[in-house]
């Protein structure tokens, strides 16, 4: 088991997580990132709304170009599970799966995991953009399609109250509806489908909703189910959370507990890419701030003489 003490302990390799490095690093702090490889982000087949990106980009190379620029200002990146986080004095200590890390302060980026419906082969829908999770995102993708959202009936009518800027064609399908449940809060003539659902099954040309009522035909799902966000490092040590489960932070992303701080999904309901950048930014130049100053000491001077011109001057 390796031991290792650093400035800052980053958990979690998405957008959130790489910035902060990338950021950390170009503050002169010593940073591992740990991780274990399995980026919400990277699931994204192209995305366009990406800022100066106007072709689009892919999740994969979006992560692959913040890893790169990391490594290149010095980061360590490591695969390997933080399998628990204490807190002695000022002092956090992370056993993970290769070793034991000792940090003056730790942001934790390890993002959310989304609640899938039944189907196989989830990830091959992904790419085909047959399923869907956030029409924040991709939802001008969707304009005019067919698309259904499943899911219990009030956050499933949020999402297609949304998708009605998109496409005039939505389907909620829902396990149950209550007196309580508005059915459509907008006019949207949102369509109501009451049933449990099977099984949800890609084609090359539709994805097919196979539900306790029936069988209907899409272009698009957006699953409405819920996600589990991956906090329990925090919270273990006592971290707070808000109403909405997230972690919660303050201005500068630092969560209840001193020196250990948050950023991207796992904090916000808007999971963007751009929002996960602004927390990184806002946590790390924090994190500098907090830590004892790291003057620079310069060991060599060169002496640059001048130039024929200036010397004949």
Not at 54 to 68: D, F, H, N, T, V
Not at 237 to 264: C, M, R
């Amino acid at each position: 088991m390796r031991n290792s003490n650093v400035e800052c302990l980053v958990v979690g390799d998405g957008p959130a997580g790489l910035c902060a490095a990338i950021y950390l690093k170009r503050f002169m702090r010593e940073v591992l990132v740990l991780h274990t490889g399995a980026s919400r982000a990277a699931l994204i087949p192209v995305s366009h709304n990406y800022p100066g990106s106007p072709e689009g980009i892919s999740g994969p190379s979006l992560l692959m170009a913040l890893e790169q620029q990391a490594l290149k200002h010095g980061a360590t990146i490591e695969k390997s599970r933080v399998l628990a986080l204490t807190c002695v004095g000022d002092i956090f200590q992370a056993e993970h799966e290769h070793g034991l890390v000792r940090a003056k302060r730790v942001l934790i980026a390890s993002g959310i995991i989304d609640h899938n419906p039944p189907m196989q082969d989830i990830e091959r829908a992904i790419s085909y953009g047959r399923l869907r999770y956030c029409p924040v995102c991709d939802g001008y993708e969707a304009r005019d399609k067919r698309i259904c959202v499943i899911g219990p009936a009030k956050p499933a009518l949020k999402k297609a109250s949304f998708l009605r800027t998109y496409s005039e064609d939505i389907t909620v399908v829902c396990p149950a509806m209550s007196d309580s449940t508005p059915l459509d809060t907008r006019g949207g003539n949102i369509k109501i489908v009451v049933g449990k659902v099977h099984a949800v099954v890609r084609r090359d040309d539709a994805i097919v909703v196979h539900h306790s009522s029936g069988i209907l035909e899409f272009d698009v799902v957006y699953p409405a189910l819920g996600c589990s966000p991956q906090s329990n490092l925090a919270t273990e040590l006592g971290a707070d959370l808000d109403p909405d489960g997230a972690l919660l932070v303050d201005k500068n992303q630092e969560t209840s507990i001193k020196g250990l701080y948050a950023a991207g999904d796992i904090v916000s309901e808007l999971d963007q890419i751009s929002v996960a950048f602004g927390h990184a930014a806002v946590a790390a130049t924090h994190i500098h701030h907090s830590l004892p100053s790291n003057f620079r000491v310069a060991h060599h001077r060169v002496s640059v003489p001048p130039s024929p011109e200036h010397a004949a001057g």
